[in-house]
T-cell receptor, first 113, second 109 residues
Framework: GAGVSQTPSNKVTEKGKYVELRCDPI?????LYWYRQSLGQGPEFLIY????????DSGLPNDRFFAVRPEGSVSTLKIQRTERGDSAVYLC???????????FGPGTRLTVT | QKEVEQNSGPLSVPEGAIASLNCTYS??????FFWYRQYSGKSPELIMS????GDKEDGRFTAQLNKASQYVSLLIRDSQPSDSATYLC?????????FGTGTRLQVFP
Protein backbone atom coordinates (compact mmCIF):
# COMPACT_ATOMS: atom_id res chain seq x y z
CA GLY A 1 0.00 0.00 0.00
CA ALA A 2 0.91 3.66 -0.12
CA GLY A 3 3.41 4.90 2.40
CA VAL A 4 3.61 8.23 4.19
CA SER A 5 3.67 11.14 1.77
CA GLN A 6 4.94 14.66 2.38
CA THR A 7 4.69 17.83 0.36
CA PRO A 8 6.52 19.80 -0.78
CA SER A 9 9.73 17.80 -1.10
CA ASN A 10 11.74 20.99 -1.05
CA LYS A 11 10.89 24.45 0.21
CA VAL A 12 13.09 27.54 -0.01
CA THR A 13 11.84 30.59 1.82
CA GLU A 14 13.15 33.91 3.01
CA LYS A 15 13.82 34.68 6.64
CA GLY A 16 10.67 35.96 8.33
CA LYS A 17 8.21 34.22 6.01
CA TYR A 18 5.52 31.70 6.96
CA VAL A 19 5.62 28.09 5.71
CA GLU A 20 3.33 25.09 5.84
CA LEU A 21 4.50 21.52 5.47
CA ARG A 22 2.00 18.75 4.82
CA CYS A 23 1.97 15.08 5.80
CA ASP A 24 -0.41 12.34 4.66
CA PRO A 25 0.05 9.23 6.85
CA ILE A 26 -0.43 5.58 5.98
CA UNK A 27 -4.14 4.84 5.75
CA UNK A 28 -5.50 3.62 9.07
CA UNK A 29 -2.58 4.86 11.14
CA UNK A 30 -3.94 6.89 14.03
CA UNK A 31 -0.59 8.00 15.40
CA LEU A 32 1.34 10.71 13.54
CA TYR A 33 4.68 12.23 14.44
CA TRP A 34 6.78 15.13 13.25
CA TYR A 35 10.56 15.10 13.57
CA ARG A 36 13.29 17.28 12.14
CA GLN A 37 16.74 16.19 11.15
CA SER A 38 19.83 18.31 10.75
CA LEU A 39 22.92 17.14 8.88
CA GLY A 40 24.85 14.49 10.77
CA GLN A 41 22.18 14.13 13.45
CA GLY A 42 19.40 11.69 14.14
CA PRO A 43 15.78 12.81 13.83
CA GLU A 44 14.63 15.02 16.70
CA PHE A 45 11.06 14.71 17.96
CA LEU A 46 8.74 17.69 17.54
CA ILE A 47 5.12 16.64 18.12
CA TYR A 48 2.88 13.56 18.30
CA UNK A 49 -0.81 13.28 17.39
CA UNK A 50 -3.16 10.52 18.43
CA UNK A 51 -6.20 11.04 16.25
CA UNK A 52 -6.98 14.74 16.03
CA UNK A 53 -5.33 15.83 19.25
CA UNK A 54 -1.72 16.71 19.94
CA UNK A 55 -0.84 14.17 22.64
CA UNK A 56 2.71 15.44 23.10
CA ASP A 57 4.08 18.72 21.74
CA SER A 58 7.07 18.86 24.07
CA GLY A 59 9.54 18.88 21.19
CA LEU A 60 8.32 22.06 19.51
CA PRO A 61 11.23 24.48 19.93
CA ASN A 62 9.17 27.64 20.45
CA ASP A 63 5.78 29.19 19.75
CA ARG A 64 6.65 29.89 16.11
CA PHE A 65 5.98 26.21 15.48
CA PHE A 66 2.46 24.82 15.40
CA ALA A 67 0.86 21.69 13.97
CA VAL A 68 -2.68 20.56 13.32
CA ARG A 69 -4.47 17.39 12.32
CA PRO A 70 -8.12 18.48 12.10
CA GLU A 71 -9.67 15.29 10.73
CA GLY A 72 -7.31 12.76 12.23
CA SER A 73 -5.52 12.03 8.97
CA VAL A 74 -3.51 14.72 7.13
CA SER A 75 -1.35 16.94 9.31
CA THR A 76 0.17 20.35 8.63
CA LEU A 77 3.24 21.71 10.38
CA LYS A 78 3.24 25.51 10.39
CA ILE A 79 6.26 27.68 11.02
CA GLN A 80 5.87 31.43 11.49
CA ARG A 81 8.59 34.06 11.09
CA THR A 82 11.09 31.53 9.83
CA GLU A 83 14.72 31.81 10.88
CA ARG A 84 17.86 30.45 9.23
CA GLY A 85 18.22 28.01 12.12
CA ASP A 86 14.93 26.38 11.08
CA SER A 87 16.65 24.98 7.98
CA ALA A 88 16.50 21.18 8.23
CA VAL A 89 14.70 18.16 6.83
CA TYR A 90 11.26 17.85 8.39
CA LEU A 91 10.16 14.25 8.64
CA CYS A 92 6.69 12.89 9.26
CA UNK A 93 6.07 9.36 10.52
CA UNK A 94 2.96 7.34 11.26
CA UNK A 95 2.23 4.29 13.34
CA UNK A 96 -0.68 1.88 13.66
CA UNK A 97 -0.30 1.83 17.43
CA UNK A 98 1.61 3.94 19.89
CA UNK A 99 4.15 3.08 21.01
CA UNK A 100 4.99 1.01 17.97
CA UNK A 101 7.10 0.94 14.83
CA UNK A 102 7.05 4.29 13.07
CA UNK A 103 7.21 4.59 9.29
CA PHE A 104 8.72 7.72 7.81
CA GLY A 105 7.78 9.77 4.80
CA PRO A 106 10.38 11.11 2.36
CA GLY A 107 10.70 14.40 4.24
CA THR A 108 10.56 18.08 3.32
CA ARG A 109 13.88 19.86 3.00
CA LEU A 110 13.35 23.41 4.29
CA THR A 111 15.92 26.05 3.49
CA VAL A 112 15.57 29.51 5.00
CA THR A 113 17.70 32.14 3.24
CA GLN B 1 17.84 14.14 29.27
CA LYS B 2 17.34 10.67 27.82
CA GLU B 3 20.13 9.70 25.45
CA VAL B 4 20.95 7.15 22.80
CA GLU B 5 24.62 6.76 21.97
CA GLN B 6 26.16 5.35 18.80
CA ASN B 7 29.66 5.43 17.37
CA SER B 8 29.47 7.70 14.33
CA GLY B 9 31.93 5.58 12.34
CA PRO B 10 32.56 5.07 9.57
CA LEU B 11 32.61 1.35 10.09
CA SER B 12 34.30 -0.22 7.09
CA VAL B 13 33.84 -3.92 6.37
CA PRO B 14 34.64 -6.04 3.31
CA GLU B 15 31.87 -7.54 1.24
CA GLY B 16 30.68 -10.83 2.72
CA ALA B 17 31.78 -9.99 6.28
CA ILE B 18 29.60 -9.46 9.36
CA ALA B 19 28.97 -5.83 10.30
CA SER B 20 28.31 -5.20 13.99
CA LEU B 21 26.61 -1.95 14.99
CA ASN B 22 26.16 -0.99 18.63
CA CYS B 23 23.96 1.34 20.62
CA THR B 24 23.56 2.19 24.30
CA TYR B 25 20.67 4.04 25.91
CA SER B 26 20.20 5.85 29.18
CA UNK B 27 16.57 5.17 30.16
CA UNK B 28 16.08 1.86 31.97
CA UNK B 29 12.33 2.20 31.42
CA UNK B 30 12.57 1.94 27.62
CA UNK B 31 10.59 -0.98 26.20
CA UNK B 32 10.84 -0.67 22.41
CA PHE B 33 13.97 -0.57 20.29
CA PHE B 34 14.32 0.00 16.58
CA TRP B 35 16.98 0.04 13.90
CA TYR B 36 16.53 2.27 10.89
CA ARG B 37 18.64 2.42 7.74
CA GLN B 38 19.13 5.78 6.08
CA TYR B 39 20.70 6.17 2.67
CA SER B 40 22.28 9.52 1.86
CA GLY B 41 19.59 12.05 0.99
CA LYS B 42 16.76 9.69 1.91
CA SER B 43 14.52 9.25 4.94
CA PRO B 44 14.94 6.56 7.62
CA GLU B 45 13.64 3.10 6.72
CA LEU B 46 12.65 0.70 9.50
CA ILE B 47 14.59 -2.56 9.29
CA MET B 48 14.27 -4.16 12.74
CA SER B 49 12.30 -3.84 15.93
CA UNK B 50 12.99 -5.66 19.20
CA UNK B 51 11.14 -5.60 22.50
CA UNK B 52 12.52 -8.39 24.69
CA UNK B 53 15.96 -9.53 25.76
CA GLY B 54 17.83 -11.81 23.39
CA ASP B 55 18.19 -12.10 19.65
CA LYS B 56 15.74 -11.48 16.84
CA GLU B 57 16.64 -12.57 13.33
CA ASP B 58 15.18 -11.37 10.03
CA GLY B 59 17.04 -12.51 6.94
CA ARG B 60 20.60 -11.22 7.07
CA PHE B 61 19.81 -8.97 10.04
CA THR B 62 19.95 -9.90 13.73
CA ALA B 63 19.02 -7.49 16.49
CA GLN B 64 20.29 -8.18 19.99
CA LEU B 65 18.92 -6.60 23.16
CA ASN B 66 20.35 -6.63 26.68
CA LYS B 67 18.19 -4.49 28.95
CA ALA B 68 20.38 -5.08 32.01
CA SER B 69 23.34 -3.54 30.19
CA GLN B 70 21.12 -1.03 28.32
CA TYR B 71 22.64 -2.18 25.08
CA VAL B 72 21.16 -3.00 21.69
CA SER B 73 23.07 -4.13 18.62
CA LEU B 74 22.50 -4.95 14.97
CA LEU B 75 24.43 -7.61 13.10
CA ILE B 76 24.41 -7.70 9.32
CA ARG B 77 25.61 -10.98 7.88
CA ASP B 78 27.09 -11.35 4.38
CA SER B 79 27.39 -7.57 4.07
CA GLN B 80 26.83 -6.16 0.60
CA PRO B 81 27.90 -2.82 -0.90
CA SER B 82 24.17 -1.97 -1.01
CA ASP B 83 24.17 -2.09 2.81
CA SER B 84 26.38 1.01 2.85
CA ALA B 85 24.26 3.58 4.68
CA THR B 86 23.82 5.23 8.06
CA TYR B 87 22.16 3.03 10.66
CA LEU B 88 20.10 4.80 13.29
CA CYS B 89 19.25 3.27 16.65
CA UNK B 90 15.98 4.48 18.18
CA UNK B 91 14.53 3.89 21.63
CA UNK B 92 11.06 4.77 22.82
CA UNK B 93 10.49 7.47 25.40
CA UNK B 94 6.79 7.03 26.11
CA UNK B 95 5.23 7.49 22.66
CA UNK B 96 8.09 9.20 20.89
CA UNK B 97 11.42 7.89 19.64
CA UNK B 98 14.81 9.11 20.74
CA PHE B 99 17.42 8.58 18.04
CA GLY B 100 21.16 8.22 18.16
CA THR B 101 23.28 10.16 15.69
CA GLY B 102 23.75 7.04 13.59
CA THR B 103 26.68 4.88 12.52
CA ARG B 104 27.89 5.15 8.96
CA LEU B 105 28.60 1.73 7.46
CA GLN B 106 30.79 1.32 4.40
CA VAL B 107 30.93 -2.09 2.71
CA PHE B 108 33.75 -2.30 0.19
CA PRO B 109 33.97 -4.88 -2.62
Amino acid sequence: GAGVSQTPSNKVTEKGKYVELRCDPISGHTALYWYRQSLGQGPEFLIYFQGTGAADDSGLPNDRFFAVRPEGSVSTLKIQRTERGDSAVYLCASSLTSPGPQYFGPGTRLTVT
Amino acid sequence: QKEVEQNSGPLSVPEGAIASLNCTYSDRGSQSFFWYRQYSGKSPELIMSIYSNGDKEDGRFTAQLNKASQYVSLLIRDSQPSDSATYLCAVNDSDKLIFGTGTRLQVFP
